[in-house]
Nanobody, 117 residues
Framework: QVQLVESGGGLVQPGGSLRVSCAAS????????MSWVRQAPGKGLEWVSD????????YYADSVKGRFTISRDNTKNTLYLQMNSLKPEDTALYYC??????????WGQGTQVTVSG
């Protein structure tokens, strides 16, 4: 069955960096676009970033552009999100999401990122 398992979240000071990962299994990872979506406390879901099949095309929300970098390693079935210059407003539960045919069809359990000093 499809599994997406995030890791790497934690507590970081403003201005710091963190890399979260998502280990995928149960499907052919290299044949799906992947996304990161976050949810801040008390708020709705916010799309963060997308990456295409080979990793050559990436897309970002304006709120993270220039600070976050999405990448993937299809040999390891792993998705990454490198987060630099973190701000308190980046505090959220970060989800790894598979993009199926026009929709998000599988979600991980999320990894908590807290930016506080």
């Amino acid at each position: 069955q499809v599994q997406l398992v995030e890791s790497g979240g934690g507590l970081v000071q403003p201005g710091g960096s963190l890399r979260v990962s998502c280990a995928a299994s149960g499907f052919t990872f290299s044949t799906y676009y992947m996304s990161w979506v976050r949810q801040a406390p008390g708020k709705g879901l916010e799309w963060v970033s997308d990456i295409n099949l080979g990793g050559g095309a990436t897309y970002y929300a304006d709120s993270v552009k220039g600070r976050f970098t999405i990448s993937r390693d299809n040999t390891k079935n792993t998705l990454y999100l490198q987060m630099n210059s973190l701000k308190p407003e980046d505090t959220a539960l970060y989800y790894c999401v598979r993009k199926g045919y026009g929709s998000y069809d599988y979600w991980g359990q999320g990894t908590q990122v807290t930016v506080s000093g």
